[in-house]
């Protein structure tokens, strides 16, 4: 058994964050990791990160612009002290060594996001992510910091109405082991993997929601899952939203800019939910490309700005797509992107149970409410990854030992050896593909009650069928068959969720678009769904969202 006072769940930009403001208040901290650090999906992020510095904006059209983006669905009171931390977060990721693009005068550049007031978007390059995450990583390691790398979170160790701990799987050897913890931190990132079309690295399966989930933590908002306008054709790679900060224009089959028809006032750079929908009913009217895509150009920006700003964008278009954005406009078609959705928390990481903290794309507080808007989730990992660093370790210090009871090992061990030993069943990764087209076919960006009722069908006959996976190799070493099966039950778990919520939700609000209930329902709908775990299936409760200053209006770009 390992023991720690807090142990962090992931290694993104969130968990790196956490570990460290738990290890500056005093503790022994240990990060737990499926992944090398540096390979957290927190490293693909592109775009930027958002914060008002400079006198020109201000803090205020910040929290307004996110109120407004989350379709009123976002808490006023967490998104104020989320967008006043803004700033001192850029500053101190710079201070760490985070080298952002600058101006010609030497400032910060910024560039224009969707659904913001101001150009307001900090970035490096098309790289910010990478930029971040090494510069913390690198500070992470004066910390005093356990790292475990490539070891699987299993399950969450809930007695005595308290966390006590994990039980994880070794990828590198096959150990199972208990990790106790006074305070726990799940900040495993993205479920994104339930579509077959997404932005998201394959290693983005919502495990931390799941566990989590599995073991009485609510979730929060699940049925509002982002797409994002512009993904390349074929691949679903991100064409950062950057690409139309720096002045990319989306256009029809006909040439027409038609973004004009649904914005007028920003046109291309409105929000991504308006951006995505506009997209796919062009597509659906007979105004896309033949094969069902629309064009991104650039090329009116020039060779030198392209090249410069957007340098991994040009990577991706010529190495994955064959064509040279310079010259030549993108195929992109929407793809999923995010998740507002996670494990509920309030605005300084605590969830329901007690001594589970939360952050980063596993977690919603909820500051995206129904829509995110680009360069806020960023900001997200680093704002409440360090305020559930805190609070973890502040719990830590009160609450008494911790203990993983050996059955919980032993249990966890028993359910790999069987799905070693089971000689037929499907095999986990060609199961995941099933639940992909389910939710591709069923659970996109426009939603009908018929559609969502076949995916809810379509996923409880997997649901019949997924206790009889099946591990084809059983070899401890290095074998990612154990650790695919964990995940396709994770994303499961998952899809249940977002699609009892969307089935529930009688209303379109930000990116849950209900074709038969096409308008915004505040007086029935202006709240948040809480899923709980049922073993036959998600139950669903709603909790008030929280408002301060600002009234709910018709949001339009
Ligand atoms: C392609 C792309 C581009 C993006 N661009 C932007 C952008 O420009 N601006 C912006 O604001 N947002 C952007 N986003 C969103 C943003 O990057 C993410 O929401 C954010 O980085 C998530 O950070 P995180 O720390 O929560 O999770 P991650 O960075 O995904 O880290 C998750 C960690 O959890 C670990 N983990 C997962 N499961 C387990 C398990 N079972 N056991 C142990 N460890 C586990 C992983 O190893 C990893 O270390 C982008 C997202 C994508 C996919």
């Not at 931190?185 to 339930?194: E, L, S």
């Not at 951006?275 to 094969?291: D, H, K, N, Q, Y």
């Not at 996923?459 to 997924?466: M, S």
Request: hydrophobic share 40%; with cysteine.
């Amino acid at each position: 058994m390992y023991r720690h006072e807090v142990l962090v769940v992931g290694a993104g930009l969130a968990g790196q964050r956490a570990a460290l403001a738990a290890a500056q208040a005093g503790r022994d901290v240990a990060i737990l990791t499926k992944l090398h650090p540096l390979r957290s999906h927190s490293g693909a992020a592109q775009g930027g990160i958002n914060a008002a510095v400079g006198a020109e904006d201000s803090v205020d059209t910040h929290i307004y612009d996110t109120v407004k983006g989350s379709d009123y669905l976002g808490d006023q009171d967490a998104i104020e002290f989320f967008c006043t931390e803004a700033p001192k977060v850029v500053v101190e990721m710079e201070h760490f060594g985070t080298i952002f693009s600058r101006s010609a005068d030497g400032e910060l550049a910024r560039r224009p996001f969707g659904g913001a007031g101001f150009p307001r978007t900090i970035y490096a390059a098309d790289r910010t992510g990478l930029a971040l995450l090494q510069a913390i990583y690198e500070h992470l390691g004066s910390a005093n910091v356990t790292v475990y790398e490539e070891w699987d979170v299993v399950e969450l160790v809930v007695r005595e109405a308290r966390v006590q701990g994990v039980v994880a799987y070794h990828r590198a050897t096959g150990e199972v082991a208990g990790f106790a913890a006074r305070s726990v931190v799940f900040a495993t990132g993205p479920a994104g993997r339930m579509y077959g079309r997404t932005t998201n690295a394959h290693s983005c399966t919502g495990d931390g929601v799941a566990v989590a989930y599995r073991a009485g933590a609510w979730l929060k908002d699940m049925e509002f899952v982002q797409f994002h306008p512009t993904a390349l054709l074929e691949s679903g790679i991100l064409i950062t939203e950057g690409a139309r900060g720096e002045g990319g224009i989306l256009k029809n089959a006909s040439g027409e800019r038609f973004m004009a028809r649904y914005a007028p006032h920003v046109q291309d750079l409105a929000s991504r939910d308006v951006v995505s929908r506009a997209i796919v009913t062009e597509i659906a009217e007979g105004r896309g490309f033949p094969g069902g895509y629309v064009h991104l150009e650039l090329m009116h920006l020039g060779r030198e700005r392209v090249e410069t700003r957007l340098q991994e964008i040009c990577d991706f278009c010529r190495n994955f797509a064959g064509i040279d954005p310079v010259t030549q406009p993108i195929p992109v078609l929407p793809a999923q992107h995010y998740m507002m959705g996670g494990i509920g928390t309030n605005a300084q990481g605590a969830t329901n149970l007690a001594g589970l903290f939360a952050a980063g794309e596993a977690a919603c507080v909820s500051i995206h409410g129904a829509n995110r808007l680009g360069g806020n989730s960023l900001l997200e990992t680093l704002v409440f990854g360090k305020q559930a660093g805190i609070a973890a370790a502040a719990h830590a210090a009160s609450a008494g030992a911790a203990e993983v009871p050996a059955e919980a090992v032993a249990r966890v061990e028993t359910g790999i050896r069987d799905r070693m030993a089971r000689k037929d069943g499907p095999l986990p990764l060609a199961f995941r593909t099933e639940i992909q087209n389910v939710m591709d076919t069923w659970v996109g960006i426009y939603r009908n009650p018929g559609d969502l009722g076949r995916a809810a069908e379509a996923l409880g006959r997997l649901r019949a069928r997924i206790g009889t996976l099946r591990i084809p190799d059983g070899s401890r070493a290095f074998n990612l068959g154990v650790s695919d099966a964990m995940e396709t039950e994770h994303l499961l778990d998952l899809a249940e969720v977002v699609v009892a919520g969307a089935l529930a939700r009688k209303e379109s609000r930000g990116a849950h678009a209900r074709i038969d209930f096409p308008k915004r329902d505040d007086v029935h709908w202006m709240q948040h769904t809480i899923a709980s775990y049922r073993p036959e299936g998600p139950q669903l409760s709603y909790a008030p969202v929280a408002y301060t200053r600002w009234e709910p209006k018709e949001r339009v770009y």
